[in-house]
């Protein structure tokens, strides 16, 4: 991962097919439900579970979009 550009609040960045598939996975993962010894998916994150899921929607369809010969 690259940071192309950094304003403010708001970062441009640069990422590889393997990051955006390892960040997409990992959402995944996060979104599952919990088991009965976790704690709440905002708790975990401090983010609404519709911003994670929004998230792991985008880098979905990037990934879609990658060429399979760039992992």
């Known amino acids: 991962m690259k940071v192309v550009s950094f304003d ?8 590889k097919a393997l990051e955006i598939r390892t960040l997409r996975n990992a959402l995944r993962e996060i979104l599952r439900p919990p088991g009965p010894a976790r704690e709440p998916l905002e708790d975990r994150l401090g983010a609404e579970r519709e911003q994670i899921a929004g998230l792991a929607d985008t880098l979905t369809a990037i990934f879609d979009q990658v060429d399979p010969g760039d992992l």
């Open 8 to 15: 403010g609040d708001a970062a441009t960045l640069q990422l």
